[in-house]
């Protein structure tokens, strides 16, 4: 059975931090893409962010320089350092993996991230 598990959400001011993270379990995290999904009230699901294959880390325009993904492959825990949070920021934030980065195929039941204006 495969497992992800989001922590670190909560209500922060505008422009204050927040790290996000994902603990996976029965699945090897480097086999698998790794990203981030937010959902606010009444939109559309939206990639965040993720690693490719090689690595390297791609970002929705609007957290780029303000969100960085990471991992730690040892404790399978993926994590989002959000920066400078805006109230437009303000989702249910999902972690998720999958095996093409086109579709993911796991997913965590989401931590709810509110910041406040």
């Known amino acids: 059975q495969v497992d992800l598990v989001e922590s670190g959400g909560g209500l922060v001011q505008a422009g204050g931090s927040l790290r996000l993270s994902c603990a996976a379990s029965g699945i090897r995290m480097n086999d698998y893409y790794m990203g981030w999904f937010r959902q606010a009230p009444g939109k559309e699901r939206e990639f965040v962010a993720r690693f490719s294959w090689l690595n390297s880390t791609y970002y929705l325009a609007s957290v780029k320089g303000r969100f960085t993904i990471s991992r730690d492959s040892a404790k399978d825990t993926v994590y989002l350092q959000m920066n400078t949070l805006k109230p437009e920021d303000t989702a249910v934030y999902l972690c998720?993996?999958?095996?093409?980065?086109?579709?993911?195929?796991?997913w965590g039941q989401g931590t709810q991230v509110t910041v406040s204006s």
């Open positions: 998720a993996a999958g095996r093409t980065p086109g579709y993911f195929e796991y």
